[in-house]
């Protein structure tokens, strides 16, 4: 349950338009969320019952738990 997961993953955009796809879980999988972030925006989310998985497009410093990442532009 959200309220019950302490971890989150925070998203910082590196360039305009930047997306952040939240993903359902169960045995359907498809986006059910879609965030837009501009340079220097953040977006700190969890992982919930209704979300499984998180997409990220476009360039941006990802930070969880696992360590830090930087996704990229195509
Ligand atoms: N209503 C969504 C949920 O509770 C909100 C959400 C949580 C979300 N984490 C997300 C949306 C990650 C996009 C990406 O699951």
Known sequence: MAEKNEEY???KAKEDGVNVIG???GS???FHH?????????????????TSAI???GHAQILTA?????SERK
């Not at 965030?35 to 977006?43: A, F, P, R, S």
């Open 9 to 11: 993953v925070i998203i």
């Open 23 to 25: 993903l359902t879980r």
């Open 28 to 30: 359907d999988t498809r």
């Open 34 to 50: 879609s965030e837009k972030l501009d340079t220097g925006e953040v977006m700190i989310a969890q992982f919930t019952e209704h």
């Open 55 to 57: 997409k990220v497009r």
């Open 66 to 70: 696992f360590g830090e990442v930087e």
